[in-house]
């Protein structure tokens, strides 16, 4: 079957860095991706991974290890609008989405 | 350009009533998805539509119903709502081949069934 865990929560102050680490275990594996959600909203695309290596996105990079089934959203500078859940998504082969449990991320002024 | 469309936004049940929850995208995306999310979980997969006339079963499919009436729209259909059923409800969208990577959501419905 598919899993992934990253953590349940992380906290940090503003400016600081965060690390957000995500592992799966699937079959079929497509690609692995980055949502926000604020509290009460849908969540929005943040970046993706198909091949190992970084992807930087303005203050958010990602990390993809295909080797490792290992990834990770990195929060650089971070803002008070940043606090939010993040969720790691597995995409498969069929074209399927699947979502872990988010990290609920916690900016204190 | 609207992205992706959910009506309602909130809807209150009473157990045993039926509902439809409707889904439009005008991106001209392939793939259609309706999830769930419960309080401080992740979003999971009810059913999923690869394509127009195809329609899967996705981690939690059990009491709910769908139809992919066109490229265009996909509902989600509660026949006998039951309290377990309470949730945040989400439908997405996504391109085939080099688009495939990102889903767009709508902005979700909030399903209370007493």
């Known amino acids: 079957g598919q899993s992934l865990e990253q953590p349940s929560e992380v906290t940090a102050v503003e400016g600081a860095i965060v690390q957000i680490n995500c592992t799966y275990q699937t079959s079929g594996f497509y690609g692995l991706s980055w949502y926000q959600q604020h509290d009460g909203g849908a969540p929005t695309f943040l970046s993706y991974?198909?091949?190992?290596g970084l992807e930087e996105t303005g203050r958010f990079s990602s990390f993809l290890s295909r080797s490792d089934s290992y990834g990770y959203l990195l929060l650089q500078e971070l803002q008070m609008k940043d606090s939010a859940s993040y969720f790691c998504v597995i995409t498969d082969s069929w074209g399927k989405f699947q979502f872990g449990a988010g990290t609920q991320v916690v900016v204190t002024p | 350009n609207a992205g992706v469309t959910q009506t309602p936004k909130f809807q209150v049940l009473k157990t045993g009533q039926s509902m439809t929850l409707q889904c439009a995208q005008d991106?001209?995306?392939?793939?259609m998805y309706w999830y769930r999310q419960d309080p401080g979980m992740g979003l999971r997969l009810i059913y999923y539509?690869?394509?127009?006339?195809?329609?899967d079963k996705g981690e939690v499919p059990n009491g709910y119903n769908v139809s992919r009436l066109n490229k265009r729209e996909f509902s989600l259909r509660l026949e006998s709502a039951a309290p377990s059923q309470t949730s945040v409800y989400f439908c997405a969208s996504s391109d085939s081949g080099q688009g495939r990577e990102k889903l767009f959501f709508g902005s979700g419905t909030q399903l209370s069934v007493l």
């Open positions: 539509s690869a394509s127009e006339g195809t329609t």
């Open positions: 991974n198909a091949l190992d």
């Open positions: 991106m001209n995306h392939n793939s």
